[in-house]
Protein backbone atom coordinates (compact mmCIF):
# COMPACT_ATOMS: atom_id res chain seq x y z
CA UNK A 1 0.00 0.00 0.00
CA UNK A 2 0.88 3.38 -0.89
CA UNK A 3 0.51 6.94 0.65
CA UNK A 4 0.12 9.92 -1.24
CA UNK A 5 -0.82 13.60 0.05
CA UNK A 6 0.04 17.10 -0.73
CA UNK A 7 -1.34 20.84 0.64
CA UNK A 8 -1.48 23.93 -0.98
CA UNK A 9 -2.14 27.34 0.93
CA UNK A 10 -2.66 31.11 0.17
CA UNK A 11 -2.64 34.17 1.90
CA UNK A 12 -5.26 34.92 -0.79
CA UNK A 13 -6.03 38.80 -2.29
CA UNK A 14 -7.26 40.54 0.93
CA UNK A 15 -5.58 39.55 4.08
CA UNK A 16 -1.97 40.63 5.68
CA UNK A 17 -1.76 37.24 7.22
CA UNK A 18 -2.76 33.44 6.40
CA UNK A 19 -4.33 32.03 9.46
CA UNK A 20 -5.01 29.14 7.79
CA UNK A 21 -2.31 26.62 9.10
CA UNK A 22 -2.07 22.74 7.97
CA UNK A 23 -0.12 19.31 8.81
CA UNK A 24 0.97 16.72 6.46
CA UNK A 25 2.57 13.96 7.91
CA UNK A 26 3.50 10.44 6.97
CA UNK A 27 5.34 7.11 8.15
CA UNK A 28 6.50 3.96 7.88
CA UNK A 29 6.81 1.03 10.92
CA UNK A 30 7.02 -2.40 11.44
CA UNK A 31 3.07 -2.31 12.47
CA UNK A 32 1.91 -0.45 8.89
CA UNK A 33 1.75 2.74 7.58
CA UNK A 34 0.53 5.84 9.09
CA UNK A 35 -0.77 9.75 8.17
CA UNK A 36 -2.21 12.82 9.88
CA UNK A 37 -3.62 15.17 7.80
CA UNK A 38 -5.23 18.54 9.07
CA UNK A 39 -6.25 21.41 8.26
CA UNK A 40 -7.17 24.48 10.67
CA UNK A 41 -8.73 28.03 9.79
CA UNK A 42 -8.00 30.93 12.05
CA UNK A 43 -11.00 32.35 12.80
CA UNK A 44 -11.29 35.75 10.16
CA UNK A 45 -12.96 38.05 12.33
CA UNK A 46 -11.09 37.72 15.36
CA UNK A 47 -7.44 39.03 15.91
CA UNK A 48 -4.67 36.54 16.17
CA UNK A 49 -6.11 33.84 15.00
CA UNK A 50 -3.16 32.30 13.22
CA UNK A 51 -1.90 31.69 16.46
CA UNK A 52 -4.63 29.71 17.80
CA UNK A 53 -4.64 27.84 14.02
CA UNK A 54 -0.89 27.21 14.52
CA UNK A 55 -1.03 26.02 17.83
CA UNK A 56 -3.29 23.42 17.03
CA UNK A 57 -1.27 22.49 14.47
CA UNK A 58 1.99 22.17 16.56
CA UNK A 59 0.58 19.63 18.83
CA UNK A 60 -0.80 17.52 16.70
CA UNK A 61 2.05 17.72 14.28
CA UNK A 62 4.41 16.84 17.81
CA UNK A 63 2.02 14.36 19.53
CA UNK A 64 2.36 12.07 15.55
CA UNK A 65 5.98 12.32 15.85
CA UNK A 66 6.55 11.57 19.49
CA UNK A 67 4.03 9.99 20.73
CA UNK A 68 1.88 8.12 18.29
CA UNK A 69 4.48 5.92 17.69
CA UNK A 70 3.89 4.23 21.03
CA UNK A 71 0.56 3.43 20.01
CA UNK A 72 1.44 1.45 17.04
CA UNK A 73 1.95 -1.60 18.33
CA UNK A 74 -1.36 -1.88 20.13
CA UNK A 75 -3.48 -0.13 18.11
CA UNK A 76 -6.64 1.10 19.45
CA UNK A 77 -9.26 3.43 17.46
CA UNK A 78 -11.61 4.18 20.98
CA UNK A 79 -8.46 5.24 22.46
CA UNK A 80 -7.37 7.22 19.70
CA UNK A 81 -10.72 8.83 19.45
CA UNK A 82 -9.63 9.58 23.23
CA UNK A 83 -6.51 11.28 22.76
CA UNK A 84 -7.59 13.69 19.92
CA UNK A 85 -10.77 14.61 22.05
CA UNK A 86 -8.98 15.03 25.00
CA UNK A 87 -5.99 17.36 23.14
CA UNK A 88 -8.93 19.88 21.58
CA UNK A 89 -10.31 19.88 24.89
CA UNK A 90 -6.89 21.06 26.54
CA UNK A 91 -6.09 22.92 23.61
CA UNK A 92 -9.39 24.88 23.38
CA UNK A 93 -8.65 25.63 26.78
CA UNK A 94 -5.16 26.63 26.43
CA UNK A 95 -6.08 29.31 23.85
CA UNK A 96 -8.91 30.82 25.73
CA UNK A 97 -6.74 31.54 28.65
CA UNK A 98 -4.36 32.74 26.30
CA UNK A 99 -6.75 35.07 24.96
CA UNK A 100 -7.75 36.70 28.56
CA UNK A 101 -4.19 36.92 29.59
CA UNK A 102 -3.34 39.14 26.25
CA UNK A 103 -7.02 40.25 26.12
CA UNK A 104 -7.10 39.07 22.43
CA UNK A 105 -9.62 37.03 20.97
CA UNK A 106 -8.51 34.10 19.04
CA UNK A 107 -10.12 30.60 17.31
CA UNK A 108 -9.64 28.19 15.06
CA UNK A 109 -11.68 25.50 13.07
CA UNK A 110 -9.61 22.04 13.01
CA UNK A 111 -10.61 19.03 10.31
CA UNK A 112 -8.49 15.96 10.53
CA UNK A 113 -8.06 12.94 9.30
CA UNK A 114 -5.58 9.97 10.94
CA UNK A 115 -4.97 7.32 8.95
CA UNK A 116 -3.60 3.74 10.09
CA UNK A 117 -3.57 0.77 7.72
CA UNK A 118 -6.49 0.74 6.13
CA UNK A 119 -8.89 2.04 8.57
CA UNK A 120 -9.09 6.29 9.30
CA UNK A 121 -10.74 8.67 11.93
CA UNK A 122 -12.02 12.00 11.06
CA UNK A 123 -12.11 14.93 14.01
CA UNK A 124 -13.92 17.69 13.31
CA UNK A 125 -14.86 21.42 15.14
CA UNK A 126 -15.93 24.38 12.83
CA UNK A 127 -16.55 24.67 9.25
CA UNK A 128 -13.56 23.68 7.27
CA UNK A 129 -14.24 20.49 5.51
CA UNK A 130 -13.58 16.65 4.45
CA UNK A 131 -14.41 15.66 0.88
CA UNK A 132 -14.77 12.08 -0.45
CA UNK A 133 -14.05 11.39 -3.83
CA UNK A 134 -14.79 8.27 -5.39
CA UNK A 135 -17.83 8.18 -8.56
CA UNK A 136 -19.22 11.09 -6.77
CA UNK A 137 -18.43 13.42 -3.98
CA UNK A 138 -19.47 12.98 -0.70
CA UNK A 139 -18.70 15.63 2.19
CA UNK A 140 -17.74 13.73 5.45
CA UNK A 141 -18.22 16.28 7.86
CA UNK A 142 -21.07 18.86 8.79
CA UNK A 143 -20.55 22.53 9.07
CA UNK A 144 -20.50 23.68 12.97
CA UNK A 145 -22.31 27.03 11.98
CA UNK A 146 -25.31 29.10 12.61
CA UNK A 147 -27.10 28.33 9.47
CA UNK A 148 -26.04 24.57 8.94
CA UNK A 149 -28.84 24.24 12.14
CA UNK A 150 -30.94 26.65 11.00
CA UNK A 151 -31.51 24.48 7.75
CA UNK A 152 -31.66 21.28 9.62
CA UNK A 153 -34.18 22.85 11.97
CA UNK A 154 -36.28 24.14 8.78
CA UNK A 155 -36.37 27.34 10.84
CA UNK A 156 -34.59 28.89 6.77
CA UNK A 157 -34.82 27.90 3.76
CA UNK A 158 -31.44 27.50 1.55
CA UNK A 159 -32.17 30.32 -0.48
CA UNK A 160 -32.86 32.35 2.77
CA UNK A 161 -29.41 31.41 4.36
CA UNK A 162 -27.43 32.60 1.02
CA UNK A 163 -27.86 36.07 2.45
CA UNK A 164 -28.34 35.77 5.93
CA UNK A 165 -26.32 38.01 8.32
CA UNK A 166 -24.92 35.12 10.29
CA UNK A 167 -24.44 32.64 7.60
CA UNK A 168 -20.57 32.72 8.13
CA UNK A 169 -21.16 32.39 12.02
CA UNK A 170 -19.90 29.34 13.98
CA UNK A 171 -21.42 27.35 16.64
CA UNK A 172 -18.04 25.54 17.86
CA UNK A 173 -14.31 26.13 17.19
CA UNK A 174 -11.19 26.30 19.60
CA UNK A 175 -10.80 28.59 21.95
CA UNK A 176 -14.04 30.64 21.84
CA UNK A 177 -16.29 29.42 23.99
CA UNK A 178 -15.91 26.93 27.34
CA UNK A 179 -16.89 24.02 25.89
CA UNK A 180 -15.76 22.24 22.79
CA UNK A 181 -17.33 18.65 21.38
CA UNK A 182 -15.28 17.48 18.24
CA UNK A 183 -17.05 15.28 15.98
CA UNK A 184 -15.41 11.73 15.65
CA UNK A 185 -16.33 9.41 12.84
CA UNK A 186 -14.37 6.02 11.49
CA UNK A 187 -14.13 4.80 7.79
CA UNK A 188 -12.53 2.02 5.83
CA UNK A 189 -10.01 3.42 3.43
CA UNK A 190 -10.92 2.52 -0.37
CA UNK A 191 -8.71 1.97 -3.70
CA UNK A 192 -8.88 4.67 -6.40
CA UNK A 193 -10.42 7.27 -3.65
CA UNK A 194 -9.43 10.80 -2.93
CA UNK A 195 -10.10 12.74 -0.13
CA UNK A 196 -9.50 16.80 0.52
CA UNK A 197 -9.57 18.72 3.16
CA UNK A 198 -10.11 22.33 3.16
CA UNK A 199 -10.57 25.23 4.69
CA UNK A 200 -14.37 27.45 3.55
CA UNK A 201 -11.94 29.97 1.82
CA UNK A 202 -11.31 27.04 -0.71
CA UNK A 203 -14.88 26.23 -1.38
CA UNK A 204 -16.49 29.26 -1.70
CA UNK A 205 -16.13 30.25 -4.92
CA UNK A 206 -16.12 27.12 -6.94
CA UNK A 207 -19.13 24.61 -7.13
CA UNK A 208 -19.09 20.85 -6.50
CA UNK A 209 -19.11 19.76 -9.71
CA UNK A 210 -15.71 21.79 -9.90
CA UNK A 211 -14.43 20.19 -7.46
CA UNK A 212 -15.07 16.79 -8.45
CA UNK A 213 -13.55 17.75 -12.32
CA UNK A 214 -10.38 19.25 -11.07
CA UNK A 215 -10.18 16.53 -8.20
CA UNK A 216 -11.59 13.23 -8.84
CA UNK A 217 -9.54 10.03 -8.57
CA UNK A 218 -9.35 9.18 -12.41
CA UNK A 219 -7.96 12.52 -12.95
CA UNK A 220 -5.94 13.48 -9.78
CA UNK A 221 -3.50 9.96 -8.90
CA UNK A 222 0.08 11.30 -8.09
CA UNK A 223 1.63 13.71 -5.55
CA UNK A 224 2.69 16.10 -8.55
CA UNK A 225 -1.14 15.90 -9.87
CA UNK A 226 -2.51 16.84 -6.35
CA UNK A 227 -0.11 20.16 -5.99
CA UNK A 228 -0.80 21.12 -9.45
CA UNK A 229 -4.56 20.71 -9.60
CA UNK A 230 -5.08 22.37 -6.28
CA UNK A 231 -2.74 25.30 -7.14
CA UNK A 232 -4.90 25.74 -10.06
CA UNK A 233 -8.26 25.78 -8.34
CA UNK A 234 -6.44 28.64 -5.94
CA UNK A 235 -5.86 30.81 -8.75
CA UNK A 236 -9.46 30.22 -10.16
CA UNK A 237 -10.85 30.92 -6.59
CA UNK A 238 -8.41 33.91 -6.24
CA UNK A 239 -9.60 35.49 -9.63
CA UNK A 240 -13.40 35.01 -8.73
CA UNK A 241 -12.74 37.30 -5.36
CA UNK A 242 -12.43 35.11 -2.97
CA UNK A 243 -11.59 37.31 0.07
CA UNK A 244 -10.52 34.79 2.82
CA UNK A 245 -7.11 32.65 2.95
CA UNK A 246 -7.21 29.49 0.67
CA UNK A 247 -5.94 26.19 2.19
CA UNK A 248 -6.67 22.69 1.05
CA UNK A 249 -4.67 19.08 1.87
CA UNK A 250 -5.35 16.08 -0.27
CA UNK A 251 -4.86 12.00 0.51
CA UNK A 252 -5.23 8.87 -1.28
CA UNK A 253 -4.66 5.30 -0.92
CA UNK A 254 -3.19 2.94 -3.36
CA UNK A 255 -3.84 -0.83 -2.55
Given at each position: MRYIAAA???????????QDSYCLKTASSKYGRTALILVCDGMGGLSKGELASSEVVRTFSEWFENEL????????????????TSKIKLLNKKIIDYGKKYDIQLGTTATGMLVFGTKYMI????????YKFSY???ILTEDHTFINRELKKGAITPEQA???????????CIGVAGRV???????SLENNVNYLICSDGFRHAVSEKELFDNLS???????????KK????????????????ITAAMFRADF
Open positions: QTDIGTVKDTNPNELGEWNWKRMAAIVFHVGDSRLQLQKTHPKRNALVQDPDITFGPNIVTTRTAMTMADLIETIKERGERDN
